[in-house]
Each structure stands twice: as C-alpha cells, then as structure tokens.
C-alpha cells in the first residue's frame, strides 16, 4: 500500500522569504502523480501543482515549484516570495496512474504560517 | 462556472438519524468522489464514481451509501449517523480517474 508522510507538522516563514515543505512516499508503482494542494483558512482544497512520475524535470507553478528525486521518493514544494496569502495547510499526495480509480493518498498536511 | 458546490455547509445530527449529502459540478466532469478529513489527517476516500452508472467503495466506506444521479451530480448518504462520522466531507471531480481533481468547499457534519 501506498503512504505519504510528511515530517513537518508546522512550518513559519517571513513574508517574502522561500521556504521548502517535505514530503516522502512509499510506493512499488513505477508510474504515478504527485501533487500538492492548499487548504487556506476557508477550508477549500486548492491544487497547488502536479508532477506525473515519468517526468524528470521538476513542475512549476509561479511561485510553486517541486523538487521531485523519484529514486529517493522524495517531493518537496518550495514557495518563494512567500506572501501572506500562503498562510494555509499544505498537502502532499500521491496517485497510481493506472488502476487508482482516482484514489489520492494524501499526508497529514504541514501548517504553514507566513509572518508579515 | 461555479465549479464543485456542496450543500449543506454545515450540519448538526443526533444519533441515527439520516441525511444526505448534495454535490454537483459544472466543468462536465466524468469522476466523482467523497472525501473525509478528520482533525490531524489528510482526506480519506469514501467513495467514488469513475463514471456515470458505476460508484464504488474508496478506504473508508462503512456507514455511507452513495448514488451518482447523473453526469453532474453525486450525493452521499448516512443512513443512521454515528459520532465516529463528526467529520469535514468533500466532494471532488475530475475529468478521468488519473486527472487531478478539484474539489468543493465541504460540509461540516456534527453528530452528536
């Protein structure tokens, strides 16, 4: 089965500098996606980025960037610019890309607070 | 385009009662899902539809049914609700089961 962990409970950041949020999976699949969402204060899930397994160059969204290592199953998600806005729970997780049925594992989520 | 809406936004349930939970989408979706979050976890799969005619069982499914009424919409249902259901449920869709999915704003649900 697969699992997605996320080491970092909490994270806080002044606004305008980078900050990097962990992740890590374990998975036997050789073909998945990776993705990230935000969950801000108002409780909606917003996809933040996505990363398809078979890709080696690392997504990039803006502000959002990922640095994806798929042979140490590791996917972070780096926010530069750090802007109050970004204050939110962040979620790491991960998808079979055959035979998921749509199913996302997601982690615990980090909290990411972002001081003016 | 509105997107993923749910309704109610909040609800309050004694135990064993019965309700149902409403979702609908507008981006001519195909997959459909129900997510739980609880306190300190991520979301949590209860069911899902990969398309229109077919639902089936994600993770946790004990105590949900669910009925994909057509192409838009996906309702879930507690038959008698339970405390161990206080949770925050998400609706999701995608276009295809492998596609990123977006979600609604939730349903808070107390039962007490």
């Known amino acids: 089965a697969q699992t997605v962990t996320q080491s970092q409970p909490e994270m806080s950041v002044q606004e305008a500098e980078t900050v990097t949020l962990s992740c890590t999976y374990d998975t036997s699949e050789n073909n998945y996606y990776l993705f990230w969402y935000k969950q801000p204060p108002s409780r909606q899930m917003i996809l933040v980025i996505r990363q398809e397994a078979y890709k080696q160059q690392n997504a990039t969204e803006n502000r959002f960037s990922v640095n994806f290592q798929k042979a140490a199953k590791s996917f972070s998600l780096k926010i530069s610019d750090s802007q109050l806005g970004d204050t939110a729970m962040y979620f790491c997780a991960f998808m079979k890309q055959v035979g998921s049925q749509g199913n996302l594992i997601f982690g615990k989520g980090t909290k990411l607070s972002v001081k003016p | ?112």
Not at chain 2, 50 to 62: H, Y
Not at chain 2, 68 to 94: D, I
Not at chain 2, 97 to 102: F, G, M, W
Request: with cysteine; proline share 5%.
């Open chain 2, 1 to 112: 385009n509105a997107g993923v809406t749910q309704t109610p936004k909040f609800q309050v349930l004694k135990t064993g009662q019965s309700m149902t939970l409403q979702c609908a989408q507008d981006m001519n979706h195909n997959s459909m899902y129900w997510y739980r979050q609880d306190p300190g976890m991520g979301l949590r799969l209860i069911y899902y539809s990969a398309s229109e005619g077919t639902t089936d069982k994600g993770e946790v499914p004990n105590g949900y049914n669910v009925s994909r009424l057509n192409k838009r919409e996906f309702s879930l249902r507690l038959e008698s609700a339970a405390p161990s259901q206080t949770s925050v449920y998400f609706c999701a869709s995608s276009v295809g089961p492998s596609y990123e999915q977006y979600f609604g704003p939730g349903t808070r649900l107390t039962v007490t």
